[in-house]
């Protein structure tokens, strides 16, 4: 059945994998299963990368389900998935121990006849040598067949074959059979001398004495050295990593209590399966270095692996290499000359440059490096052929170095008028902008406006306006309402980011989001408590890197970051500074930061205070909550000038006018079941709610279903005992901010407004409200019925619920009267 011929009713049971109709199970639900438990969703995660997506509208609703069928084939999916993970990772653990030891040469000794039944007769002589074919290159094996009794010519050893190896053109693995007379076979492989092929096995010049490949040995050396000694493995990457974990550690005693919590180790982990040849360097501390076994301290490396061979008869295999590289990292001294260091970067260059343990010469100018990877970024940058030319004038130079120093000075920031150089381009832009604005020599043709580039004219003559009425263009199409006269210029966006970079690593303030609620810069978390995200902040993310995705994400008009200064200081020289522009002042002046003052509008500092919040542009006034300042901040000190082109309503940023389209104006707000549209889908998700039972609010922790909000809350307090509590009493409240009000109200007695006719203190601005009709007087509530007015609405709609009750009484006298 095509897909195309499936007609989607509005049914509840629909799978989603097939669109079959009927009673079926749901994805994101665990269920038992053969003393299992299946969470269909995650099955077709993990093994497909499916996600199934959940809407609030169609067949289903909010709901995900899946038949039988389905269910069946995605179990064998994911167990035939498992069976070639498991069977994949076995046969490398086979390969690893040495299982497969095949022989380096198969010699038949029966002759094979032709399809015609003639006997190949074929020459020893012969130039090629092609009669000789090898399984697999480069395997270390040891020679286990047993030797006849008697005197017997010395077997050829695999260093003895001169034998080029022909591409097998049959199965992987299995020879061709090639018809050979043994006994002048033999001769041929005495009296051929030794000659170095691709196909042969490597010797190393010594017997192999415990079996396995050359990695299978290293690894296991490494094993006996970590699990029965003090000496403690890591890695280095701007911070101490652990050798068996990526995790990172600024202390030693925090890298070393981490080590040894992960206990022995073994060949099949993947920090020993990583190590496959010699070329790796090995990290070691032997700030203490002590037998296990026997507690017998040694100051040297090669000494207590001597003693491990020696006294406690381990099997470690001294002929194969491996690079230690060992330090002392209790006290940063280094072990040949005891020059102490405070950083241990610096140390490690110390031993590179001052105690090399190998030695990789320049041939052009003799430098000598301790590793093959330094010497290759120094011919990089040194002894390029032909030298470094600038390809905008005539010079070459000898280094990249010099290069680079000559595009930057002369051809990047140099003005061609008055021949200034400047730091950043973004200087030279404006230098030119400024002081030479009269001196272009390129003019628009239509308004006659000179530039100083042809970029720059290209850029004017696509927004010009007298262009525009020659035309007869819409003016629309190229300017926007607010600034007719003037193209937008282009946003720097990466000096931006250096900007926002600075101040985030160089000082403390913390940056965040805030849509409803605090979120956090870099992982988008939220909380309820700004302190909450403070604390997040410094411990999860402590460096701010412009190649994050939270930096990427500023560009555009959406660069501006909210930040709190409310304890500003500088993390260099730990100076309290009062406001951003002083700290941004300090940076450049004391620090030499890579700040651009000339970019405006990159950050929006904020002092955030727990229920007390100043206004950054008029500090006397202050909010208890900040999405009130914020709204505050859009009507009273914004321009406004992003405008809704559905209502008319303006924006302050076109983010925000970009949240009230999607949201107002998305042209969804249509009910699928009675058709009745409304203005926005907070009012459609109201009448779902109201006239049709929608359930649109699932519960996290059961299945059940809400109507509204509040009412999950509600189910949450009161079946899983979910929500904000108060500390003094206990009492749960479905909002923080309620949770707020009832500490100040009960707890505390806060009664801060004043009325100022009586003196008389209230909690907030309401029951002053509800007390000032006392004074007022003024009766504007009536009753329709017999006009009688009343202070409060509360007390009209008392009266009214009499009038209902006793209104059939009140008709009767009436009647009677008359």
């Known amino acids: 059945m095509e897909f195309d011929e499936i007609v989607v009713k509005e049914s509840p049971g629909l799978c989603r994998c097939c669109l079959s109709e009927g009673c079926y199970k749901d994805m994101g639900t665990e269920y038992a299963w053969m003393s299992e438990t299946e969470v269909y969703a995650e099955m077709l995660l993990e093994c497909f990368d499916i996600s199934i997506s959940q809407l609030n509208d169609g067949p289903n609703g909010p709901n995900r389900l899946i038949c039988e069928v389905c269910i069946t084939r995605l179990r064998d999916a994911c167990y035939f998935k498992k069976q070639v993970l498991d069977s994949e990772k076995k046969f490398v653990d086979m390969v690893g121990r040495g299982d497969f030891r095949p022989k380096a040469v198969l010699l038949y000794q029966s002759n094979m006849k032709t399809e015609s039944g003639e006997e190949l007769q074929v020459s020893l002589e012969m130039d090629d040598g092609g009669e000789v074919e090898y399984l697999e290159d480069e395997i270390d094996y040891v020679d286990d067949t047993p030797k006849l009794e008697g005197p017997q010519e010395p077997e050829p050893t695999v260093s003895d074959v001169t034998a080029d190896p022909l591409p097998i053109r049959g199965k992987r693995g299995r020879p061709r059979k090639t018809p050979a007379k043994p006994e002048k076979k033999k001769v041929k492989v005495e009296t051929t001398k030794a000659k170095s092929s691709k196909a042969l096995v490597k010797d190393d010049n010594a017997p192999v004495p415990y079996g396995g490949c050359a990695s299978e040995r290293r690894r296991q050396n490494?094993?006996?050295?970590?699990?029965?000694?003090?000496?403690?493995?890591?890695?280095?990457?701007?911070?101490?990593?652990?050798?068996?974990c990526p995790k990172g550690f600024t202390e030693y005693a925090e890298l070393k209590e981490h080590t040894i919590s992960h206990g022995s180790c073994s060949t099949k982990d993947y920090s020993l399966r990583v190590i496959k040849g010699n070329h790796i360097e090995i990290k070691v501390d032997v700030s203490d270095t002590t037998c296990r076994l026997c507690n017998e301290p040694f100051s040297d490396l090669n000494q207590i692996i001597k003693h491990l061979i020696g006294k406690h008869n381990m099997k470690y295999d001294q002929t194969v290499d491996i690079p230690y590289q060992s330090y002392r990292l209790v006290d940063m001294r280094c072990l040949f000359c005891e020059e102490k260091f405070t950083y241990f970067g610096y140390l490690i260059s110390h031993v590179n440059v001052v105690h090399p343990q190998n030695s990789f010469v320049c041939d052009d100018c003799g430098v000598t490096f301790n590793k093959k990877r330094d010497l290759a970024v120094h011919f990089r940058y040194h002894h390029k052929p032909g030298g470094y030319p600038c390809d905008q004038c005539a010079k070459s130079f000898d280094s990249f170095y010099q290069w680079r120093t000559h595009q930057n000075s002369v051809h990047y920031r140099k003005c061609k008028n008055c021949n200034l150089r400047f730091v950043s381009l973004a200087l030279l832009q404006k230098h030119i902008s400024v002081e030479h604005?009269?001196?272009?020599?390129?003019?628009?043709?239509?308004?006659?406006?000179?530039?100083?580039?042809?970029?720059?004219?290209?850029?004017?003559?696509?927004?010009?306006?007298?262009?525009?009425?020659?035309?007869?263009?819409?003016?629309?199409?190229?300017?926007?309402?607010?600034?007719?006269?003037?193209?937008?210029?282009?946003?720097?966006?990466?000096?931006?980011?250096?900007?926002?970079?600075?101040?985030?690593?160089?000082?403390?303030?913390?940056?965040?989001?805030?849509?409803?609620?605090?979120?956090?810069?870099?992982?988008?978390?939220?909380?309820?408590?700004?302190?909450?995200?403070?604390?997040?902040?410094?411990?999860?993310?402590?460096?701010?890197?412009?190649?994050?995705?939270?930096?990427?994400?500023?560009?555009?008009?959406?660069?501006?970051?909210?930040?709190?200064?409310?304890?500003?200081?500088?993390?260099?020289?730990?100076?309290?500074?009062?406001?951003?522009?002083?700290?941004?002042?300090?940076?450049?002046?004391?620090?030499?930061?890579?700040?651009?003052?000339?970019?405006?509008?990159?950050?929006?500092?904020?002092?955030?205070?727990?229920?007390?919040?100043?206004?950054?542009?008029?500090?006397?006034r202050v909010f208890r909550y900040f999405g009130i300042l914020l709204r505050h901040m859009n009507s009273e000190h914004s321009k406004n000038n992003r405008i809704c082109d559905f209502c008319g309503r303006s924006f302050k940023s076109v983010a925000n006018l970009n949240v009230h389209i999607s949201y107002t104006h998305t042209g969804s707000c249509e009910c699928n079941i009675c058709g009745v549209k409304y203005k926005n889908q907070w009012c459609l998700a109201r009448h779902r709610a109201k006239c049709h039972n929608a359930k649109d609010y699932k519960c996290p922790k059961c299945p059940e279903q809400f109507q509204s909000q509040y009412q999950k809350q509600k189910h949450l307090i009161k079946t899983h005992n979910i929500g904000h509590k108060c500390e003094q009493c206990g009492k749960m409240f479905t909002r923080n901010s309620f949770m707020k009000d009832h500490i100040r109200r009960t707890h505390l007695k806060e009664k801060n407004v004043v009325c100022s006719v009586c003196n008389e203190k209230f909690f907030d601005n309401y029951l002053l409200r509800m007390h000032m009709v006392k004074h007022e007087g003024e009766r504007r509530f009536s009753c329709n019925v017999c006009g009688k007015a009343f202070l409060r609405r509360s007390n009209l709609h008392s009266h009214m619920e009499m009038h209902k009750k006793y209104g059939h009484v009140v008709g009767l006298l009436h009647d009677m009267i008359n």
């Open 437 to 620: 604005a009269d001196d272009g020599n390129l003019k628009c043709e239509f308004c006659a406006k000179q530039c100083h580039s042809q970029q720059g004219l290209k850029q004017h003559k696509s927004k010009c306006r007298v262009k525009q009425i020659v035309t007869d263009e819409p003016a629309d199409k190229f300017f926007p309402a607010e600034n007719n006269s003037e193209p937008k210029k282009k946003q720097n966006v990466k000096q931006i980011r250096q900007n926002i970079q600075c101040v985030l690593n160089m000082s403390t303030a913390v940056p965040f989001k805030f849509f409803s609620n605090f979120s956090c810069f870099y992982c988008s978390k939220k909380f309820v408590d700004f302190e909450d995200l403070k604390v997040h902040t410094r411990t999860e993310h402590p460096v701010c890197d412009l190649k994050s995705k939270s930096m990427k994400k500023c560009k555009g008009e959406r660069v501006s970051v909210k930040i709190d200064v409310n304890s500003l200081n500088c993390k260099l020289c730990s100076r309290k500074l009062d406001d951003l522009t002083r700290l941004v002042d300090h940076l450049i002046s004391d620090h030499k930061a890579n700040y651009d003052k000339s970019l405006e509008g990159c950050l929006e500092p904020f002092n955030i205070m727990k229920d007390n919040i100043p206004c950054p542009e008029c500090p006397d």
């Open 222 to 244: 490494l094993k006996i050295l970590f699990n029965n000694t003090t000496v403690l493995p890591f890695k280095w990457r701007g911070r101490f990593l652990c050798f068996y």
